[in-house]
């Protein structure tokens, strides 16, 4: 892991901008002197207001763009402007109990949380770009470490991605361009309410704050920090115990 601060973060690029994490790191973006956003999002209505928030608030120039990952033909996405930051913080735990009989909604979560985003990612870590200083965020989960009955379908989209995420990192080693992997416990949002407790739940903005501290940061790490030791023990709990999980 090399940590560095590297220069201000002036454009940024975010994909699920409408997540509960995204618009906390535009919000902390902006008050550190970030003035480009272009905000993809498959809920447009809830993006324009994210949007007027940030032209409002702190005079940014803002595009947004409707995105959605299950769409049934794969994308081939063209970026006609280069962004100091790429932030893909898009997914859904979908319905994980339906899944293990519909061969659809598992799909659907494999789509939203991996295959969906590979064009996207492809279209970023071009040849071209990662030559160029830069940085690209992408939150994967603590659930890629270990399959668990509960969300197997989400854990496996999530392990691909970190997987995926992996080999780009290790393809702009010695690039100017940084690739960070972000395999987030829980963070508190409407997709984490009722299904995780409080206590293990960090907010949005002390995690857009911790990045933050070192925005060009290279590598795989866990956040919040606290998950780190968790998940050395859940990887390591006998069959039967995780079994429970």
């Given at each position: 892991m090399?940590?560095?601060t ?27 002197g ?12 809830r993006?324009q ?7 409002d ?14 769409a049934?033909?794969?994308l081939?996405?063209q970026?006609g ?10 997914g ?27 064009p996207?990612l ?5 040849p ?20 668990r ?10 392990a ?5 995420c992996e080999?780009?990192l290790l ?7 940084a ?12 997709m ?13 903005e002390q ?17 919040p ?9 859940v990887?390591?709990?006998p ?6 999980l």
């Amino acid at each position: 892991m090399t940590n560095t601060t590297g220069p201000t973060i002036r454009s940024a690029w975010v994909l699920g901008s409408t997540s509960t994490v995204a618009i906390a790191i535009c919000r902390a973006l902006a008050e550190r002197g970030c003035r480009r956003f272009h905000l993809l999002a498959r809920n447009l209505e809830r993006n324009q207001t994210l949007a007027r928030e940030l032209r409002d608030r702190f005079g940014a120039e803002v595009s947004c763009e409707a995105v959605d990952l299950l769409a049934p033909q794969p994308l081939q996405p063209q970026f006609g402007e280069v962004f100091d930051l790429y932030l893909v913080a898009a997914g859904s735990l979908g319905d994980a109990e339906r899944a293990r009989s519909d061969a659809a909604e598992a799909q659907e979560i494999t789509q939203a949380n991996y295959t969906g985003l590979i064009p996207w990612l492809t279209a970023i870590v071009s040849p071209e770009r990662i030559q160029q200083p830069g940085a690209l965020w992408v939150f994967s989960s603590v659930a890629a470490d270990r399959g668990r009955p509960s969300n197997y379908h989400y854990g496996a989209a999530k392990a691909g991605l970190l997987r995926f995420c992996e080999g780009l990192l290790l393809r702009c080693h010695g690039m100017p361009f940084a690739v960070r992997i972000l395999k987030a416990g829980f963070i508190a949002s409407p997709m984490t309410e009722g299904k995780a407790p409080p206590a293990l739940c960090a907010s949005p903005e002390q995690i857009a704050a911790d990045l933050l501290r070192r925005p060009f940061r290279r590598g795989i790490e866990t956040i919040p920090w606290w998950w780190r030791p968790l998940m050395a023990v859940v990887r390591r709990l006998p069959a039967g115990v995780a079994a429970k999980l």
